[in-house]
């Protein structure tokens, strides 16, 4: 096995913002996913849509996408990039009790948007989180992924 470079780090071990000004501007795509995890009790009182604290899908989708286009101010070295498109879909799955959460990212840049699109699940699910522990203090946000990516030197599907 080849061992890899860390990119993000010199020859003499120093953390760096990847040069990318030589590479080509394509387009590309991301997929992240995550769960937000609810006890039964606060998945019948969203179901009753008796939330305090409003919608939740909307707010959730909202955040998820300002948290997209704030990633380079979130993330050190990671390129502030011009997006195109964010698309946030958040689905409850009331046989699991949990809200399942996909962001969809795209941009034409030299670099990707995998970023992006984790942040936008990250946040969306900690708004859920937010907006829903005044009824259940045991939410768990879990299984945070890239899910697929295309564009630049090599695509990735997680299978």
């Given at each position: 096995?080849?061992?890899?470079?860390?990119?993000?780090?010199?020859?003499?071990?120093?953390v760096?913002m990847?040069?990318?000004?030589?590479?080509?501007?394509?387009?590309?795509?991301?997929?992240?996913?995550?769960?937000?995890l609810?006890n039964?009790?606060?998945?019948?009182?969203?179901?009753?849509?008796?939330?305090?604290?409003?919608?939740?899908?909307?707010?959730?989708?909202?955040?998820?996408?300002?948290?997209?286009?704030?990633?380079?101010?979130?993330?050190?070295?990671?390129?502030?990039?011009p997006?195109q498109k964010?698309?946030?879909?958040?689905?409850l799955?009331?046989?699991?009790y949990?809200?399942?959460?996909?962001?969809?990212?795209?941009?034409?840049?030299?670099?990707?948007?995998?970023?992006?699109?984790?942040?936008a699940?990250?946040?969306?699910?900690?708004?859920?989180?937010?907006?829903?522990?005044?009824?259940?203090?045991?939410?768990?946000?879990?299984?945070?992924?890239?899910?697929?990516?295309?564009?630049?030197?090599?695509?990735?599907?997680?299978?």
């Open positions: 096995m080849t061992e890899q470079k860390i990119s993000h780090l010199n020859s003499q071990g120093e760096q990847v040069d990318v000004s030589l590479k080509s501007v394509t387009s590309r795509t991301a997929i992240a996913s995550g769960k937000v609810l039964p009790t606060a998945l019948e009182t969203i179901l009753k849509q008796k939330n305090p604290k409003g919608d939740l899908i909307a707010t959730a989708k909202i955040a998820g996408i300002m948290g997209a286009k704030q990633t380079s101010s979130l993330i050190p070295l990671c390129h502030p990039l997006l964010i698309a946030i879909d958040i689905h799955n009331q046989d699991n949990c809200y399942e959460i996909s962001a969809s990212t795209k941009t034409n840049a030299e670099t990707g948007v995998e970023m992006e699109a984790l942040t699940v990250s946040i969306a699910a900690l708004t859920l989180y937010d907006m829903l522990k005044a009824i259940d203090k045991s939410i768990t946000i879990t299984d945070i992924k890239l899910v697929s990516k295309t564009g630049g030197k090599s695509d990735y599907n997680r299978k």
